[in-house]
């Protein structure tokens, strides 16, 4: 069976048939179809329930089988012990997939149902996303295909998650940074389609730069490995279920055998799969491979103020990442823009000065330097101070070198302005400077991937 073409019908379909849409609010299946009517998605939607003549303004047909016209996709939003024949009759109507809301199977301990629908997919050679999934978007469709209120921007990251809550707090948080999406997709409980089968998908999709997944399991490790090392872009994951007890929570959550976590570390590291500690780790980074190029090794940092340089450079020593000396070139350069209290070192100090012309300066600077491959520039708000104008400086500055570049303004209410600035000029910020010398650590661990593929 070739994973992405098929694939691609369940994903990126012509056609989709909502079985179990209601008009009522309080049900999945009201909340489904109006969220794929509402994204703008621009092929056919049929509604299914034998119970309703019209939802949402559209005809509702007694079943699938009673539609006129091509389904590629059934989106199933019904009591777990009906799915089975509900899944019958999208393969009889030739079905090329399926994704099942429903809970209600492995989750809670009935797998022999779970299995029954796994089979009657297969019987129909259908592909099977779930059950127990929230769905999925597609932003470059305008298809939102779950039960998340709200269609993120449209962008270069997919987010492969066996959570529900994960892809809810993702779109959240992405449209908070400005980041922009491409597929945010549940898997449940990976019944049919699981990690292996949408990292395949993905890998030569031409929409996808970055991929984050969340995991509880993963069902077939030999594959996934063969898989995501064959992958030309990041991958970034958060594996959890590493404890006695977050492992038992996995199994309840979807069904999910956690395994041993050191097994998880050693098939990451030999797939390059960067693994995140953190959910903060792992939106952090994945914002950051979306947007900038890989990194090598040498770190340069910039700040007005001392502390938080320190700071930085304390994080970068103890990730093993290399603040080197300057040249003396540059020493001299910096010598010329910097006040006479100032010292020309990495990481660089510019003594409370944060002009446009002393960012603008600095940064044009430590960026021209052979030894420095990466620059974090941080700026600590003083009132006296317009923190766009720093903000301005780092984006002109920029634009004119192929390094990354990560900033974290720090301050209140006052910097927002400048971080919207920042946001919208595709510069990685982070309100803390740990948080963006953290993402520094996963483009460099990113580089040595490639490198060695």
Known sequence: MHITPMLSKVLEPDSI???GASSNREKWGYRILDNILSGGYSGAVYPVNPNEDAVLGLRCYPSVLDIPHRVDLGIIAVPAEIVPAVLKACGRKDAR???IVSAGFSEVGNRELE???????RDYEMRMI???TFGFINTHLNLNASIIPQMPETGGISFVTQSGTFGLALVDWAASQQMGLH?????GNKAD?????????????RHTKTIMMYIEGIKRGRRFIDVASRIRKPVIALKTGRSRAGSKAALSHTGSLAGTDRIYDGAFKQAGVIRAGTIEELFDSALALSITPPAGCGIGIISNGGGAAILAADLCEDLGLNLPDMSERTVRMLKGVLPAIATPANPLDTAGYASYKMFRDVTDIMLSDPGIHA???IYVHAEMVDPCLPAE???DASERCDKPVLTSWIGGKDIGTAVKLLEENRIPNYPLPERAVVALNNLVRYKRISQKR
Do not use: E, T
């Not at 299995?115 to 997919?121: G, M, Y």
């Not at 597929?183 to 898997?187: D, F």
């Not at 699981?194 to 890998?203: E, H, R």
């Open 193 to 205: 389609v699981d990690d292996s089968d949408i990292l395949a998908y993905l890998s030569p999709d």
């Open 115 to 121: 299995n029954k629908v796994r089979d009657i997919a």
């Open 17 to 19: 048939a909502v079985i």
């Open 393 to 395: 400086a780092v984006i």
């Open 130 to 132: 779930g059950p127990n």
């Open 375 to 377: 620059l974090l520039v």
């Open 97 to 99: 997939g399926v994704v």
């Open 183 to 187: 597929l945010v997709l549940g898997v």
